[in-house]
Nanobody, 125 residues
């Protein structure tokens, strides 16, 4: 059974940084695609970033490109989201997600079979 556990959320001032972690267990993730999504109050869950565990290829939403970086640590089975230059509009619950392979990095929530419980990120102005 795949388990994803996020951590690292919190309260930060605008312009600050946070690093989210997603600890993955229950599978060998070398063929998985890992994604980060977020959901603000009253809004739909939206794509943030994704990474291929095997190749390290990444993709980002336009709203975070140049500010956020997704990475993975194979030895620790952990995916990270480094968030810099945070803005109040980045405030949301951030979710880690996983899907088995596919040869591409999908941005839609239905493409991901496994989800973590989420971690709150609040950016004050």
């Amino acid at each position: 059974q795949v388990q994803l556990v996020e951590s690292g959320g919190g309260l930060v001032q605008a312009g600050g940084s946070l690093r989210l972690s997603c600890a993955a267990s229950g599978r060998t993730f070398s063929t998985y695609i890992m994604g980060w999504f977020r959901q603000a109050p009253g809004k739909e869950r939206e794509f943030v970033a994704a990474i291929s565990w095997s190749t390290g290829v990444t993709t980002y939403a336009d709203s975070v490109k140049g500010r956020f970086t997704i990475s993975r640590d194979n030895a620790k089975n952990t995916v990270y989201l480094q968030m810099n230059s945070l803005k109040p509009e980045d405030t949301a619950v951030y979710y880690c997600a996983a899907r088995l392979g596919g040869g591409y990095l999908p941005r839609g929530t239905p493409a991901y079979a496994y989800w973590g419980q989420g971690t709150q990120v609040t950016v004050s102005s």
